[in-house]
């Protein structure tokens, strides 16, 4: 038996994969793996109702204008481990002929930003720590109402988990649910005349522990048809909150959208204003341009 002996080190046949780099050898080019991936999607939505001064219903002239962006850095080297970062950005702006103190306000706001670290525990199940932190660009009002309800930094809320995430893509269904027994929320309201609305009992800030369960979805419904949602919910064990939110995204062409916008909330940790409620809800439809890269 012919003994075969390793080739050395300076031996020409060797091909180097520590780097991106040709071999003239063997005409072979070696690349290290890229294990980020980035994407991103924005858009710009119109919505503009007129109503003659006989309109049997009544109503305001109105024009609204939204824009929203969306941007992922994922990243994922394919042996258990996973870091995930996803900024929301949104910002809406409307006029209206019955509001007599305001050109414009608000009526969509958020800032937010998700970090995700994940350690792989079976083919569904990951060990993560999550940290979510969200407020808004810009001053909230009301119409014919100078106070202002909400802030930039008024309020802002972080909430930092450790638990673990479920994932399950099946019949173009997306699904991630994050079950967190142990978290950390902070909360912060720069503007004093405000903390009490947010349940700060005087304070600029606050922490709360508790448990929260945070779900996200995608579903392709059809081939231009499509259904985002987030379901949040928080508890310190005495008060919740509870969001849901909804985005139902129907395209027309390459670059033409119809956006509707559902957002039930309870948070029995606000003030509220005897005979109100605990239940919130917000809703938007428009149509622009929706850009995807």
Same mark, same amino acid.
């Given at each position: 038996v012919e003994e075969v002996q390793k080739p050395k080190k300076s031996d020409k046949t060797l091909v180097p994969i520590h780097t991106d780099e040709y071999d003239s050898n063997h005409n072979l080019v070696v690349k290290r793996p890229n294990f980020w991936t980035f994407k991103g999607n924005a858009s710009l939505q119109f919505m503009q109702a007129y109503f003659s001064d006989n309109w049997y219903k009544g109503g305001d002239n109105n024009n609204t204008l939204l824009a929203t962006c969306n941007i992922h850095a994922n990243y994922d080297n394919k042996q258990g481990f996973i870091w995930t970062n996803h900024l929301e950005m949104k910002i809406g702006f409307q006029n209206s002929k019955g509001d007599d103190l305001h050109n414009f306000k608000t009526h969509a706001d958020l800032i937010r930003l998700t970090n995700k670290f994940g350690l792989q525990a079976t083919k569904r199940w990951?060990? $993560?720590?999550? /940290?979510?932190?969200?407020?808004?660009?810009?001053?909230?009002?009301?119409?014919?109402?100078?106070?202002?309800? %909400?802030?930039?930094m008024s309020p802002f809320e972080s909430l930092l988990t450790l638990g673990m995430d479920y994932k399950l893509n099946v019949n173009k269904i997306d699904i991630t649910v994050s079950l967190s027994p142990l978290a950390g929320k902070f909360k912060y309201c720069d503007r004093r005349a405000l903390v009490n609305n947010y349940g700060l009992k005087d304070k600029h800030s606050i922490f709360e522990f508790g448990s929260n369960i945070t779900t996200t979805f995608q579903w392709n419904i059809w081939k231009d048809v499509q259904w985002n949602g987030r379901?949040?919910?928080?508890?310190?064990?005495?008060?919740?909150?509870?969001?849901?939110?909804? $985005?139902?995204? /129907?395209?027309?062409?390459?670059?033409?959208?119809t956006k509707l916008f559902l957002y039930?909330?309870?948070?029995? %940790?606000?003030?509220?204003?005897?005979g109100d409620s605990y239940f919130q809800f917000h809703e938007t439809f428009t149509l622009g341009i929706d850009i995807s890269f």
């Amino acid at each position: 038996v012919e003994e075969v002996q390793k080739p050395k080190k300076s031996d020409k046949t060797l091909v180097p994969i520590h780097t991106d780099e040709y071999d003239s050898n063997h005409n072979l080019v070696v690349k290290r793996p890229n294990f980020w991936t980035f994407k991103g999607n924005a858009s710009l939505q119109f919505m503009q109702a007129y109503f003659s001064d006989n309109w049997y219903k009544g109503g305001d002239n109105n024009n609204t204008l939204l824009a929203t962006c969306n941007i992922h850095a994922n990243y994922d080297n394919k042996q258990g481990f996973i870091w995930t970062n996803h900024l929301e950005m949104k910002i809406g702006f409307q006029n209206s002929k019955g509001d007599d103190l305001h050109n414009f306000k608000t009526h969509a706001d958020l800032i937010r930003l998700t970090n995700k670290f994940g350690l792989q525990a079976t083919k569904r199940w990951y060990y $993560t720590a999550t /940290l979510q932190s969200w407020t808004q660009f810009y001053k909230g009002y009301r119409a014919n109402d100078p106070t202002v309800y %909400s802030d930039f930094m008024s309020p802002f809320e972080s909430l930092l988990t450790l638990g673990m995430d479920y994932k399950l893509n099946v019949n173009k269904i997306d699904i991630t649910v994050s079950l967190s027994p142990l978290a950390g929320k902070f909360k912060y309201c720069d503007r004093r005349a405000l903390v009490n609305n947010y349940g700060l009992k005087d304070k600029h800030s606050i922490f709360e522990f508790g448990s929260n369960i945070t779900t996200t979805f995608q579903w392709n419904i059809w081939k231009d048809v499509q259904w985002n949602g987030r379901i949040y919910y928080f508890t310190d064990y005495d008060k919740a909150q509870i969001e849901w939110e909804n $985005t139902i995204n /129907l395209r027309i062409n390459k670059y033409l959208t119809t956006k509707l916008f559902l957002y039930p909330r309870f948070d029995d %940790s606000v003030n509220r204003q005897e005979g109100d409620s605990y239940f919130q809800f917000h809703e938007t439809f428009t149509l622009g341009i929706d850009i995807s890269f």
